[in-house]
């Protein structure tokens, strides 16, 4: 299906951008009203990100804030886990299958002994269910993140002594590489194309410019996969995607950076040490 008049009427977005008209809440909630149901439930895919943010948060604690850009309120997460409580194969459509696979998993014991994070398990299982997408693009956008992100963690890893192997999410070719190399390049020259630029953007020591030299990976990713798509479902993923990273940087600030990283660190020696 095309969208001639509302991609039409969107801005052209630029990195540099540091102000939007609509908040990334009211940009959901105004293309969710104008998508079929199909593709609307492709872009539900996109913000189920914050969705395993709010089931992680509502399994420790039922009263916890939950972030509004998940796709389900408090009242549907306490629905589907009384679902998954009752059902041993629970049937509703708000309730993405891995999701049950978390619940039913996350505290057995083989999982307790592996020592990861709930937060990875269900990351990985969420890139998993992702790269499954009947929607092509989606696939390439969900596998190209991954691959960045483990290439990222595995640096960092090597950087400070850490067993990848538990952290290294996935078992798509490049995870695999990553897992069993114990090359320079990871095993990766010839597999991953943006092997080079991410290994140089992981020396950097400036981590707020790090993390927005990755940014620019992704927006240049989004681009030139979208470049081909002029009314399509693609550029509206493109334009979300692009509009998430701008918000997402207007609040950070150099100190934020740094404690967000010294966090993942932490959150990295607990996990090594628990498998240990």
Aim: glycine residues 4%.
């Amino acid at each position: 299906m095309n969208y001639y008049c509302l991609i039409a009427g969107l801005p052209d977005l630029q990195p540099e951008d540091n102000k939007s008209t609509l908040s990334l809440i009211e940009l959901k909630n105004e293309l969710m009203d104008q998508l079929s149901d199909a593709d609307a439930q492709l872009l539900r895919l996109l913000f189920a990100k914050f969705d395993n943010e709010n089931w992680l948060r509502f399994l420790k604690n039922k009263d916890a804030a939950l972030n509004p850009l998940g796709n389900l309120k408090s009242e549907h997460l306490n629905q589907l886990l009384a679902l998954m409580q009752e059902f041993e194969h629970p049937q509703d459509i708000r309730l993405l299958s891995y999701i049950h696979t978390f619940y039913s998993n996350v505290n057995n014991e083989k999982f307790l002994t592996e020592g990861i994070s709930h937060e990875d398990y269900l990351s990985g299982l969420y890139y998993e269910y992702a790269m499954r997408s009947k929607n092509e693009f989606l696939q390439a956008w969900f596998e190209f993140n991954l691959n960045i992100n483990n290439l990222l963690t595995a640096v960092t890893c090597r950087k400070h002594g850490f067993d990848l192997k538990a952290l290294v999410l996935g078992n798509n070719e490049v995870a695999m590489a990553i897992k069993s190399s114990n090359a320079r390049d990871f095993g990766l020259t010839g597999i991953f194309d943006q092997l080079d630029p991410v290994l140089r953007i992981a020396d950097d020591t400036n981590l707020l410019e790090r993390e927005k030299k990755i940014d620019a990976i992704k927006w240049n990713w989004l681009d030139e996969h979208t470049f081909f798509h002029y009314f399509s479902i693609e550029k509206i993923f493109a334009f979300v995607l692009k509009s998430e990273m701008l918000d997402r940087w207007k609040p950070l600030s150099i100190e934020k950076g740094t404690q967000i990283f010294r966090e993942m660190l932490v959150g990295m020696k607990e996990e090594v040490k628990f498998e240990e």
